[in-house]
């Protein structure tokens, strides 16, 4: 008993790798021989690397170390498989944001898939409207895929209609169900400018999207998402969880042109450490539900399967393609290849290879180049084609489903693996003549039919040449996602920047459909007389929008409802006034619009990073949960205001004058728009009404404009001392 009172803890080694701990794929031996092949191009030093990862069937670290091949097809000369050009066109890089990894990195592996002509992803980041100009060399840093999630940084008309493919990131491989967070040490100026925040506060990914709380909201979303670029694909990616397989065919059902099913041994290494173990499934499981599920239900034809998640090596990429993957993500090994060592500390900071940090110190260390991810993805392309090659495939289409290659025989001898039954992976369902394994039809959005198309024609001038354009047209609640084919045209001819206030000013009459006025860009004004669905004003980026009852109505505007839930959601700049009270969620993720509304229901300004907003009535519950930037007034005429507000971000203050000055001008603002009867009357009685306004004031976003006042105040840099703030 004495001795084992002194005896040391044994290291482990679950995250991070130790000598004596748990087995890691990336081990110091792996990771050497990957960097030191695609540094200097020598492929049998990268098959050494393969090797060492597919000889897994002693530790068997994953479930595909349990697949052995066994076709009954001969295998063909490699000469007659597809090239290593065409086999690259199907892979990506994952999605890690510009924050979380730094802009070296994450412009390296855009300039090498660019090369390539495979795809790199933003992440939830955003993406600076400077990497969507090519280069003088010819290179370019553009994303092909632009992320769309919870957060919505950064999703403007610009960030979308600079897309190949937008990706809605409904969860992450590495903690499903979770949402992310920035720390305030890494939203360093340039990271708040691309994500429009506050430099050195923190941001929050919340979990959920608020606008999908349903299959039906998801495709309302997808709908949006292709209106605002109609010749984008339109992703989903879902975690590969027990029931991904009934999820990705109501994906398929709402028009989504890919599913991406992510593996849970994913993720950077910010993800929490209770994250990083026992959440999701492995892609194997996922992918192969997916498959079978979109076969049974006949769906399978008419949308592109993808599947990440620790993807390293070519045989990875033909077990997947035998399950139902016919694109294939890459995010740990292109990080590898460009220097990062698994130090595991991604969220610190410190990153000592340059890789996961934003230190310009460190962000010097970084020693990655693209023509090491473009030798990387080559390599792996060209084992593809040898194992294709050996199981008589010609294309990697051609191998795409055929699950009945797959063995499992061998390894269920293992005593680890004894008693586990794989047949249900490997099935293969009965296909009816003409069926196929994998895309072969595109779906119909029904953008052909949109109201817009009849805007486009109308605005044809405005477009040309930006000469002003004011029209007037009915609208019915079947009139969805209205405005934003049209902001899509107008940041194509104009740019990110639009065109000047009130360029194209469109009047409406009825009741509007969802998503009215979503990403609509500047120049544009959009005024319905009449009400509103949800979603009024989504991710709007510069536009205009006012909503207000037929002057003939013979209800109080300011005691009944005029639009729905989840106005604003990751707005980033522009105007939206109604006259009346709206629903929950009222300018969650506002990042930079100004919103006047009278009367809000639960959960107002909910993780609001920017932005004015504007409340002539009452609120619900929760209001200025997660708020960590802007600022909210609050016209509090009971004094009840104080109850429902959510004290753990923000504090609530008296105005100065520089405050009321400001309300002042957005409740004028309010009324020329739409002839507010509440506005008219806190104008009227200013002096005395402007006391029972309540200041809603994010405690993150005073301490940055303190320490950026006080050094304006020293003759210092303002930005350096918050930064400086930020890091404690």
């Known amino acids: 008993p004495e001795m084992l009172q002194h005896r040391e803890l044994e290291f482990g080694g679950e995250y991070q790798w130790r000598r004596e701990g748990e087995y890691h794929l990336f081990n110091p031996e792996t990771v050497f021989k990957l960097q030191h092949s695609t540094r200097t191009k020598r492929y049998e030093i990268f098959k050494e690397y393969t090797n060492l990862v597919d000889n897994q069937s002693e530790q068997l670290s994953t479930l595909r170390g349990l697949f052995t091949f066994r076709s009954d097809r001969p295998p063909i000369p490699i000469d007659e498989v597809e090239p290593i050009s065409e086999i690259i066109k199907r892979f990506a890089t994952g999605a890690m944001s510009y924050g979380s990894i730094s802009a070296e990195a994450h412009e390296t592996l855009a300039i090498a898939m660019n090369r390539l002509g495979g795809k790199s992803n933003t992440g939830e980041g955003g993406e600076d409207p400077e990497r969507f100009v090519t280069l003088p060399n010819g290179d370019s840093k553009r994303s092909s895929i632009k992320q769309v999630a919870s957060g919505r940084f950064g999703v403007t008309s610009d960030y979308l209609t600079n897309a190949d493919d937008i990706q809605i990131k409904m969860a992450q491989g590495a903690k499903p169900g979770e949402g992310g967070q920035l720390p305030g040490r890494k939203v360093y100026p340039w990271i708040a400018k691309t994500r429009h925040s506050t430099p050195g506060v923190g941001l929050i990914s919340p979990p959920p999207h608020h606008d999908i709380y349903s299959i039906e909201d998801l495709a309302q979303l997808i709908h949006d998402l292709k209106n605002a670029n109609p010749e984008a694909r339109i992703h989903v990616k879902l975690v590969a969880e027990v029931g991904v397989g009934t999820v990705a065919a109501g994906v398929s059902k709402a028009k989504a042109d890919v599913v991406l099913i992510s593996g849970h041994d994913g993720g950077t290494g910010a993800s929490p450490l209770t994250s990083l173990k026992h959440a999701g499934g492995p892609w194997e499981l996922g992918l192969a539900e997916t498959q079978q599920t979109l076969l049974l239900n006949n769906l399978r034809d008419r949308i592109v399967v993808q599947v990440d998640g620790q993807i390293k090596t070519g045989r990875d990429v033909v077990v997947a393609a035998l399950l139902g993957g016919e694109e294939f993500g890459f995010a740990t090994a292109p990080l590898v290849v460009s220097g990062c060592i698994m130090m595991r500390v991604c969220h610190l900071d410190t990153c000592p290879v340059g890789v996961a940090t934003q230190n310009p110190e460190l962000r010097a260390k970084f020693s990655g180049k693209p023509e090491f991810v473009e030798t990387f993805f080559e390599f792996i392309a060209q084992e593809v084609r040898e194992y294709l090659a050996a199981l008589g495939f010609r294309t990697i289409a051609e191998a795409v489903g055929h699950a ?325």
């Not at 989504?538 to 009944?560: H, Q, T, Y």
């Not at 959960?603 to 708020?627: P, W």
């Open 404 to 728: 009945e290659v797959l063995d499992t025989s061998a390894a269920v001898e293992h005593w680890k693996a004894a008693g586990l039954d794989l047949a249900p992976i490997l099935y293969v369902p009965e296909l009816d003549a003409g069926q196929e394994r994998r895309q072969t039809v595109t779906q119909d959005h029904g953008l052909a039919a949109a109201l817009d198309q009849e805007l486009i024609a109308a605005c044809a001038a405005a477009l040309a040449d930006g000469t002003p354009v004011r029209i007037s047209r009915p609208i019915r609640n079947i009139n969805r996602t209205v405005g934003t084919l049209l902001g899509h045209e107008v940041t194509k001819a104009h740019g990110g920047g639009g065109l000047p206030d009130d360029t194209i000013s469109i009047d409406f009459n009825g009741s509007a459909g969802n998503s009215f006025g979503a990403f609509v860009p500047k120049g544009i004004t959009l005024r319905l007389e009449g009400d509103a669905n949800d979603y009024v004003g989504k991710g709007l980026c510069g536009g205009r929008i006012a909503v207000f009852p037929p002057a003939s109505s013979p209800f109080v505007a300011e005691e009944n409802v005029i639009a729905g839930n989840v106005l604003l959601y990751g707005a980033t700049s522009g105007e939206l006034y109604l006259r009346g009270k709206v629903g929950e969620r009222f300018a969650v993720r506002n990042s930079g619009a100004v919103a006047v509304a009278e009367g809000v229901g639960d959960h107002g300004c909910e993780y609001m990073t920017g932005g004015r907003v504007v409340i002539l009535g009452t609120t619900g519950r929760n209001f200025g949960a997660g708020m960590s930037g802007g600022i909210a007034y609050v016209y509090d005429t009971d004094g009840s205001f104080p109850s429902r507000v959510n004290r753990e971000m923000v504090d609530l203050e008296p105005l100065d004058s520089d405050d009321q000055q400001e309300l002042q001008q957005l409740i004028r603002a309010h009324f020329v728009e739409t002839g507010s009867a509440v506005a008219e009357a806190v104008l009227e009685r200013w002096n005395s009404e402007v006391e029972r306004f309540v200041k809603v004031m994010p405690t993150d976003y005073r301490r940055v404009l303190e320490a950026q006042r006080q050094a304006e105040d020293a003759g210092s840099d303002p930005m350096v001392a918050i930064m400086e703030a930020a890091h404690g």
